[in-house]
């Protein structure tokens, strides 16, 4: 949403821009629409609640990951299954709006079971185990994105057919390179990959929690990121 709304965390010289006109008005839309439209004490409600919410009727909308829309239209787990919509998320200054991450499977140097490991790993991720989890959890539960092949099963793509080609486009149209309007000195879209990240992403998040909660204003969090931010960036350069 930053990115769209022009912002971005770092200028091409890891300059911190939190404070910058885009990211404050990405943080004013998004607090503006929690208050006004969502559920009440958001800061409660992650991934897993929100998907309750809206799996049992009780969200209008949904804006998050694409991998939510198996469980979404799986009538054994979801009461608005076959009742949905998808569209892509909004824009405001750039061509298309959204992120990319994965789960991924390693095997560690120190692991004694280096062979079985990789034999495991060869069977989650070949063609056949996305059958396997279309004929016995049901076609919707197969892991999106994970194959192109997987697009090309005539049952998925029946099944699917509410949220599989969006999905595809959505992953397929994110440029990591370039997510926003100005350059940046990182690959990656939301993830920045430097040792500081998590820490900066933890403390920045509880930041925008206070604005969410109504515990402090927009421009005092953004403020207190941009220093922190900063930090984060002056161990870069």
Same mark, same amino acid.
Do not use: H
């Given at each position: 949403?930053?990115?769209?709304?022009?912002?971005?965390?770092?200028?091409?010289? =890891?300059?911190?821009?939190?404070?910058?006109?885009?990211?404050?008005?990405?943080?004013?839309?998004?607090?503006?629409?929690?208050?006004?439209?969502? /559920?009440?004490?958001?800061?409660?409600?992650?991934?897993?609640?929100?998907?309750?919410?809206?799996?049992?009727? *009780?969200?209008?909308?949904?804006?998050?990951?694409?991998?939510?829309?198996?469980?979404?239209?799986?009538?054994?787990?979801?009461?608005?299954?076959?009742?949905?919509?998808?569209?892509?998320?909004?824009?405001? *200054?750039?061509?298309?709006?959204?992120?990319? =991450?994965?789960?991924?499977?390693?095997?560690?140097?120190?692991?004694?079971? !280096?062979?079985?490991? =990789?034999?495991?790993?060869?069977?989650?991720?070949?063609?056949?185990?996305? *059958?396997?989890?279309?004929?016995?959890?049901?076609?919707?539960?197969?892991?999106?994105?994970?194959?192109?092949?997987?697009?090309?099963?005539?049952?998925?793509? /029946?099944?699917?057919?509410?949220?599989?080609?969006?999905? *595809?486009?959505?992953?397929?149209?994110?440029?990591?390179?370039?997510?926003?309007?100005?350059?940046?000195?990182?690959?990656?879209?939301?993830?920045?990959?430097?040792?500081? =990240? !998590?820490?900066?992403?933890?403390?920045?998040?509880?930041?925008?929690?206070?604005?969410?909660?109504?515990?402090?204003?927009?421009?005092?969090?953004? !403020? /207190?990121?941009?220093?922190?931010?900063?930090?984060?960036?002056?161990? !870069?350069?």
């Amino acid at each position: 949403m930053v990115n769209t709304f022009g912002g971005a965390w770092f200028d091409k010289d =890891w300059k911190a821009q939190v404070n910058q006109q885009g990211f404050k008005d990405a943080l004013t839309f998004f607090s503006t629409t929690l208050k006004e439209s969502g /559920q009440s004490d958001p800061v409660s409600y992650g991934f897993t609640e929100c998907l309750n919410l809206f799996t049992q009727g *009780k969200a209008a909308m949904w804006y998050d990951a694409t991998s939510a829309a198996g469980t979404v239209e799986d009538p054994k787990a979801s009461t608005v299954a076959g009742k949905v919509g998808y569209v892509q998320a909004p824009v405001e *200054k750039t061509a298309q709006s959204g992120w990319l =991450w994965s789960w991924n499977l390693a095997i560690p140097s120190t692991s004694k079971k !280096q062979d079985a490991a =990789w034999e495991f790993m060869k069977w989650a991720t070949n063609k056949d185990y996305g *059958k396997l989890v279309g004929s016995q959890l049901g076609w919707s539960r197969v892991p999106p994105g994970s194959r192109v092949s997987t697009y090309e099963i005539p049952e998925y793509k /029946q099944a699917a057919a509410a949220f599989a080609d969006i999905t *595809k486009d959505s992953m397929l149209a994110v440029n990591p390179k370039q997510p926003g309007i100005t350059a940046q000195p990182y690959v990656g879209i939301q993830y920045i990959t430097i040792p500081e =990240w !998590q820490d900066l992403g933890n403390q920045s998040s509880q930041v925008f929690a206070d604005v969410y909660a109504g515990r402090t204003s927009v421009d005092a969090a953004l !403020q /207190q990121v941009q220093s922190l931010a900063q930090t984060a960036g002056d161990a !870069q350069k």
